[in-house]
């Protein structure tokens, strides 16, 4: 790729331009520069680093970048190795159209200290487009009366390249009548006329048809072709004649479409249809085509659409008046677009300092920027100023070129920010203005604290919170700016021996926002404290702290747990007597929750039983108490479920089974547990783990057994015949506590029986086992007493059964070795 640089040799060049640099520290010269359009992405286009004078590693670090004039980058600087390369393909057509030159413009800013380099690139033509002719079929009515040498207007093809690459001439197919003649335009576009060589005759040839090719100068040559058809005319005396051949108009660019541009005007000497005049517009371009329409009778030329000074400043329009005959005259119309002030300044920032230190002197580069009008003359002049008072100034730097900076010393603690309103106004009339808005923030120095908006921070967690759940936000400020301000939270190291408390939850170090790291039980940990830091970014940090409490809330996660009866029995026994009334207590069930509060609070009730109106179960105490008295019809078995239940939220519960065995007295208790199949089966398993004990232990103790039960009932036979020879007859205070605990058991105090019972003990031999077949209440009445005599030998334990048994307790009494039975224990009996 070749490139086209300045006149000026490089060396030279670049020293000014770098002395230049130096002494204003802002503006240069223009660097000019040359890229043949549509070049490859990535294709360079100069070194910015050796025009500057600087190496590639000082361009790095004074952070080199380049800012375009326009919206859209189309080159691009490499930071590395100073490489200006195109960044975006350029097609010249696309971005000029015919203006030429066409330029892309830009500004390399420099940092520490901050300087700007403006250049240019001049985007060269390549023959990239052919001529191409907007009518494929060229239609031409010659009178045969033309005479040779008369020259008829062709439309012009079109080439949007331009010089050499533009379209250079014209030719036609070979013919015997006419040859092609190329003229040229004063803005430098080339046009056809077709030269009539010989006459026409149209009784012997009333078509001639030929092609007209249209040739630029590329290397190599692009054409483009079209199809010309004469047709020949019967013999028309006179053609039309325009009253001017050349119209020059001027009209404003803020002309509306349908705007009157110029009437054109032409006569025909010939009468009928032959003086009758048609007016068209011989389209020689597009543009012309699409700015301009005339009216076919009239000759009025109106603007299909605005004009715009700035786009296209001259117009050349051919007109053709053709007769009714067909022949046909030209004139040409050249429309001057006159410029007026309908464009206001337009400010292009290329580098802005939005934040400046407090401590920045006077005259501080804060932006650079451009001031650009796109009108011209006065209207185009510009000149630039700030709005308001404020500690800011203009400084000229160059043509439509500035710099925004400070004028004197500046105070954040007075005013942090600044709206600094650069208005641009133009010259022309009425002047027409423009603002741009430039926000500049003051940096502080880092001398706050960060500053917590509570001491003390309290946040509730459920317990069996899931990891990562969100807690609450800590929330610290700091008057700085910037990264002064920029706070971070951390969790301080708990001492030496303290629990870890930190291990429990977390605060995210940008947010302040606490999560629960793990769960946490309720019942273990029900609150902890840390100290939370919030430390900013600046040099040096600054800090405070604040306690973060943290309150565990219990949940519902623990269910009753029953600790009476106990649950590792199957079913728990209790004995309820055939005359219990209403309201006797059975026995209470006694559990307990790990939770607290509500979660806690317990309540009892019956959810089984084996007769659902017999028993009732208090529902906070848990007492188990006979709903009526007890009849004869219930079953002797009685089965209950009892359910405990807390009040969480879902609730939870847990369930025990009380067996219940309602009895005329302890003997009936010992039948219903022997055939209780549970009971039975618990026997069975503690006759077997003791068997062998007792067997070995039987062999040993069988002798003494026997011979202490000989002179047990020795004993007993000489105690009760002295007992009766000195006795007085019985009455009713012979069985009083003091003699019934000496020579009995007492029960009355134990168990879920009412204390207010005393029980006498009756043995027999027929049964075969030595323990209690049963227990009843003593009983005593003064007319037993009286039956009783002195000389009655009778044994007053059995005074108080009925006749029918009578006789059998005073047999088994005399002849039954006294054996020690298993007591019962809280009236509970154990078969």
Known sequence: MKLRKSEEPLPGRAVALFLLLCVSGMRAEIARYSVPEEVERGSFVVNIAKDLGLTAEELSARQARLVPDGEKQYLQLNQRTGDLVVREQMDREELCGQSE??????????????????????????????????????????????????????????????????????????????????????????????????????????????????????????SGSALIRVVVLDINDNIPVFTRSLYKVPIRENSSQDTLVVVVSASDLDSGTNGEIAYSIVQNSKENFETFKINPGTGQIRLKKPLDYEETKTYEIDVQATDGGGLSAHCKVEVQVEDVNDNAPEVIITSLTSTLSEAAPPNTVVALFNVRDRDSGDNGRTTCELAGEQPFGISLLGADAYALVTSEALDREEVAEYNVTVRARDQGSPALSTCKTLLVRLLDVNDNAPTFIQDIYTMVMSENEPAGTSLGRLRATDADAGENAHVRYAIEAPPLGTPAAASFVSVDAESGTVRTLRPLDYEKVRAFELVVRATDGGSPPLSAQAVLRIVVQDQNDNAPVVLHPSPDSSAAGELVPRWAPSGYLVAKVVAVDADAGQNAWLSYELAKATEPGLFRVGLHSGEVRTARAVTERDAPRQRLVVLVRDRGHPPRSATTTLAVALVHDFSDASMQLDHDPASRQQLQVAEEDLLTTYLIASLGCVSSLFLLSVVALATTKLCKARLRAHLSPPSANCYADGDFASDGVDVGGMGTLSPAYRYEVCLTTGSGRSEFQFLRPVLLSPQSSAETGPDKDEDPLCSSQPAGEREACAGSTAASPFQPPDW????????
């Open 824 to 831: 019962p224990v809280g009236g509970r009996v154990h078969a």
């Open 101 to 222: 030159p066409c330029l892309v413009r830009f500004e390399v800013l420099l940092e520490n200290p901050l300087q700007s380099f403006r250049a240019e690139v001049r985007l060269t033509d390549i023959n990239d487009h052919a001529p191409v002719f907007l009518n494929k079929e060229i239609v031409l009515k010659i009178p045969e009366s033309a005479m040779p040498e008369t020259r008829f207007l062709l439309e012009s093809a079109q080439d949007p390249d331009v010089g050499n690459n533009s379209l250079q001439h014209y030719s036609i197919s070979s013919n015997e009548y006419f040859h092609v003649y190329t003229r040229r335009r004063n803005d430098g576009r080339r046009y056809a006329e077709l030269v009539l060589d010989r006459a026409l005759d149209r009784e012997q040839e009333a078509e001639v048809a030929f092609s007209i090719t249209a040739v630029d100068g590329g290397t190599p040559p692009r």
